[in-house]
């Protein structure tokens, strides 16, 4: 008999994306087993995409900062947290934003963090720094991390990837050049309108930061792979042989990880 697939937290994340109280956890639902996992890897890895797959096989939350920021910047900044506020004050006038507010916008989303399902933080931490505070954040709440995975990946395919994509300004349904074009040339399928490259993706600003990435890349992956908690994994193929690599790594690494989702199937 194989066994049916996790119940899944509910799509809601508002208590991730606006720090609020709520508990994402859907009511008596039981987990098999809480994974508790960090996602490394450059821009351009396919992060994002590997996060919504894995948190779907494992039932966990998907917590992605970027997600984070997207959100505050498309909402009034009265109705933002003190953290986020300091935030988005920082980035509009190009800074960084420093470890103590990153930590800060982390600690006012601890209901996510001790999240019984478990989660797939995306984006956080880039620091050894941060990776140091967020453990000792995590031992607070009796949540402590069990890996981080790092997907690895060429340069030049990391160039190819980002310099590549393009998103409708109008319905903001994303292409790719290569692996996603579109059926006419620089327009989008569904509604017409000319396809942008985000400034970000320009081949210039790609470089700037891959380079930012690689300045504290090392440390970070040192400081996990020292605990034993490093996980590797090669993101050079589709994103679904990627995933599949990923889930068998874990499955080999962690006895409780549940089957593999595609080999289930209702009794």
Request: glycine share 6%; proline share 9%.
């Given at each position: 008999m194989?066994?049916?697939p996790?119940?899944?937290?509910?799509?809601?994340r508002?208590?991730?994306?606006?720090?609020?109280?709520?508990?994402l956890e859907?009511?008596?639902a039981?987990?098999r087993?809480?994974f508790?996992?960090v996602?490394?890897?450059?821009p351009g890895?396919?992060?994002?995409t590997q996060?919504?797959?894995?948190s779907?096989?494992?039932?966990?939350?998907?917590?992605?900062?970027?997600?984070?920021?997207r959100?505050a910047k498309?909402t009034?900044?009265?109705?933002c947290s003190?953290?986020?506020?300091?935030?988005?004050?920082k980035?509009?006038r190009?800074?960084?934003?420093?470890?103590?507010i990153?930590?800060?916008l982390i600690?006012?989303r601890?209901t996510?963090l001790?999240?019984g399902?478990?989660f797939c933080?995306?984006?956080?931490p880039r620091?050894?720094e941060?990776?140091?505070r967020?453990?000792?954040l995590?031992?607070e709440?009796?949540?402590p991390?069990?890996?981080?995975?790092?997907?690895?990946l060429p340069?030049?395919?990391?160039?190819?990837?980002l310099s590549?994509?393009?998103t409708?300004?109008?319905?903001r349904?994303?292409?790719h050049?290569?692996?996603?074009?579109?059926r006419?040339?620089d327009?989008c399928?569904?509604?017409?309108e000319?396809?942008?490259?985000?400034?970000?993706?320009r081949?210039?600003?790609v470089a700037?930061?891959?380079?930012?990435?690689?300045?504290t890349?090392?440390p970070?992956l040192a400081?996990?792979?020292a605990?034993?908690?490093?996980i590797r994994?090669?993101a050079?193929k589709s994103?679904e042989a990627?995933f599949?690599?990923?889930?068998?790594?874990l499955?080999a690494r962690?006895?409780?990880?549940?089957?593999?989702p595609w080999?289930q199937?209702?009794?």
């Open positions: 194989t066994e049916k996790i119940i899944a937290p509910p799509a809601d508002s208590a991730w994306l606006e720090a609020r109280p709520a508990c859907p009511p008596g039981t987990p087993h809480p508790r996992l996602l490394l890897g450059p890895v396919g992060k994002g996060a919504a797959r894995i779907a096989w494992l039932g966990a939350c998907p917590l992605s900062t970027g997600d984070v920021f959100h498309a009034e900044t009265t109705c003190p953290a986020m506020t300091k935030a988005l004050e980035m509009s190009g800074e960084l934003v420093d470890d103590a990153v930590l800060d600690r006012e601890t996510c001790r999240c399902f478990g933080l995306d984006g956080f620091t050894v941060q990776a140091r967020l453990d000792v995590l031992a709440l009796n949540r991390l069990h890996a981080a995975v790092d997907f690895t340069r030049e395919k990391l160039l190819r990837r590549g994509r393009r409708c300004p109008k319905c349904r994303g292409y050049l290569e692996t996603s074009p579109p006419r040339e327009h399928d569904d509604c017409g000319v396809l942008q490259i985000r400034e970000d993706d081949p210039e600003a700037v930061r891959l380079e930012a990435y690689a300045a890349a090392d970070l400081y996990y792979e605990s034993g908690r490093l994994i090669e050079e994103p990627v599949r690599r990923t889930v068998r790594t499955r962690f006895k409780e990880a549940p089957p593999e080999k199937s209702e009794t």
